[in-house]
């Protein structure tokens, strides 16, 4: 490993003048892909600018919405009572994230501009409506998220660019979302498959207790699902996002326009399943061969999107235990 420079700006501005006058510079922020990739001699920075100084990149902000700040570490958003409440699918990917000690110094940042086609809070985002706030010399732009990955490793941010935060627009009690993370091994892996929804569902007054009620049964999803249909439960709006399934995290879109408007059913989520796996593009890899991602993309759809329905129907964990979807 060769020497470089460290520098610790205090504001987003200082940062970005540095990487403009330093040759060979390069923003870390946790340094758990940065070191890495240094360590393997994939990269070799004549100078580190880091981000974890600026107190304007380590802020949660939940009025009106959520803006998550880009240095923002994973374990300070897994210990979020707020984001775990009504950003569901993020606080899912941030504690199966690495170990304790990943998530106590990596950040949501550095996850989401490493732009790994297995970053795991990238599907969360993507479901969540997120936007990049990005600052740069030229001033403050707006990115929607699905439009900042373009590629493995590559994203939309231009030269000496910074993300600031993320953004995402309030949701309602009739809203939640989960993130499924499909892995070899429970402990500290990488995803083979990451499968992320949110659903916003209407459920008629009188069904609401019958519905809780069969929540609360050991029952199959396909039974829990034939009586949400006699329940007429509906889903009035969707996001589905994959994860390794791609060569950039990807939302399924046309799954998504079959289920809104719909009446949840086995059938129609057996759809779905179907419909998201024709929209991802996997390949084989050390991790897992391509014909098998695309079998647990229906099942993981499936599951995903009856937990984020479990989520509004029984908001309250403390007094129902999770099940294992
Ligand atoms: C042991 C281990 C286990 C891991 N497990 C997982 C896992 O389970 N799931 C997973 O998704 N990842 C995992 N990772 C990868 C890594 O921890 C995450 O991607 C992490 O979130 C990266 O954040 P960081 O702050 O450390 O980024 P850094 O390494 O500091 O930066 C990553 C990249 O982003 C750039 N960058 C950082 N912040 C900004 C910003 N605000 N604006 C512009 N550019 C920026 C840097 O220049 C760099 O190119 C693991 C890594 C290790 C070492």
Same mark, same amino acid.
């Given at each position: 490993?060769? @020497? ?10 200082? !940062? ?15 340094? *758990?892909?940065?070191?890495?990739? =240094? ?14 100084? #600026?107190?304007?990149? +380590? /802020? ?6 959520? $803006?998550?700040?880009?240095?923002? +570490? ?8 707020? #984001? ?9 990917? *941030? ?11 990596? *950040?949501?940042? @550095? ?14 985002? =993507?479901? &969540? ?25 590559? +994203? ?5 660019? #910074? ?12 809203? @939640? ?12 892996? &990488? ?8 659903? +916003? ?26 009586? =949400? ?50 929209? !991802? ?9 391509? %014909? ?5 993309? /229906?099942?993981? *759809? ?6 984020? #329905?479990? $989520?509004?129907? $029984? ?9 294992? %979807?």
């Amino acid at each position: 490993m060769t @020497g470089y420079e460290y520098y610790k700006p205090k504001t987003i501005e200082e !940062a970005i003048k540095l990487m403009g006058s330093l040759e060979g510079a390069r923003y870390i922020a946790g340094g *758990t892909d940065v070191m890495v990739l =240094l360590r393997q001699k994939k990269i070799a920075p004549r100078c580190m600018i880091s981000l974890r100084n #600026i107190a304007d990149l +380590t /802020r949660i902000d939940i009025k009106d919405g959520l $803006r998550v700040g880009s240095a923002v +570490t994973h374990s300070a958003i897994e210990e979020n009572e707020h #984001i775990k409440k009504r950003y569901s699918a993020l606080n899912d990917a *941030t504690t199966h994230l690495g170990s304790r000690q990943i998530r106590n110094v990596a *950040t949501i940042g @550095g996850n989401i501009c490493n732009a790994a086609p297995s970053a795991d809070t990238a599907c969360p985002l =993507l479901v &969540l409506d997120a936007r990049a706030i990005i600052a740069g010399p030229k001033g403050a732009r707006e990115v929607d998220l699905d439009d900042f990955f373009l590629g493995p490793g590559s +994203t939309a941010l231009e030269k000496d660019e #910074i993300v600031k935060e993320f953004v995402m627009p309030p949701f309602d009690e009739n809203t @939640g979302s989960a993130y499924i993370k499909h892995t070899r091994r429970q402990a500290m892996d &990488l995803p083979i498959l990451g499968v992320a929804a949110r659903i +916003t569902i209407s459920v008629k007054d009188e069904s609401e207790v019958r519905c809780r009620d069969m929540f609360c049964t050991i029952d199959s999803i396909s039974n829990i699902l034939s009586r =949400l249909k006699e329940e007429g439960l509906k889903c009035e709006d969707a996001r589905i996002a994959m994860g390794v399934v791609a060569p950039r995290p990807i939302r399924a879109k046309k799954a998504e326009a079959a289920l809104k408007g719909k009446i949840v059913s086995p059938e129609l989520f057996e759809e779905i399943g179907n419909i998201a796996a024709g929209e !991802a593009q996997p390949r084989d890899s050390i991790r897992g061969e391509a %014909w098998y991602r695309s079998e647990m993309i /229906r099942v993981l *759809t499936k599951r995903a999107l009856i937990k984020a #329905i479990d $989520r509004v129907i $029984r908001p309250d964990e403390a007094i129902y235990p999770e099940r294992l %979807w």
